[in-house]
């Protein structure tokens, strides 16, 4: 269903903004300091968050990589708690959602070469 992705988006969002707040103060110490690119970096950083949380709640919810000690089942009126926590999660850091994706890549990747060479 539709609402199902929405908690993790926003909290991507979120946590994308988060990150560039609690970093803002580097950005002022930079030796070449190009408004331009903070602002490009500004405005870009929650949008791949929030791309990489959607990337990282469809690996999951198809299966490809499992995490067996976390259920992503809602039930009746369960909070959604476990999709606020990954998508802010991959939101504040890319590269932890980068890793995932890259992990996920190389599960179906072996399947692959798996299958091609059994045949």
């Known amino acids: 269903p539709p609402e199902k992705p ?46 990489l949380a959607l990337t990282m709640f469809a690996i999951l919810e198809s299966g ?18 476990i999709f606020w926590a990954f998508g802010f999660i991959a939101g504040f850091s890319e590269r932890l959602a980068g890793d995932f994706i890259a992990r996920a890549e190389s599960v179906v990747g072996a399947a692959t070469e798996k299958r091609e060479t059994s045949k």
Do not use: W
């Open 64 to 81: 490809i990589v499992e995490i067996k000690f976390i259920n992503f089942e809602i039930e009746g009126n369960k909070p959604r708690f």
């Open 6 to 51: 929405k908690p993790q988006a926003f909290a991507a969002f979120v946590g994308g903004l988060v990150s560039l707040l609690s970093r803002v103060n580097q950005f002022a110490n930079l030796y070449i300091f190009d408004p331009f690119l903070i602002f490009v970096n500004s405005l870009l950083k929650p949008l791949i968050g929030t791309v």
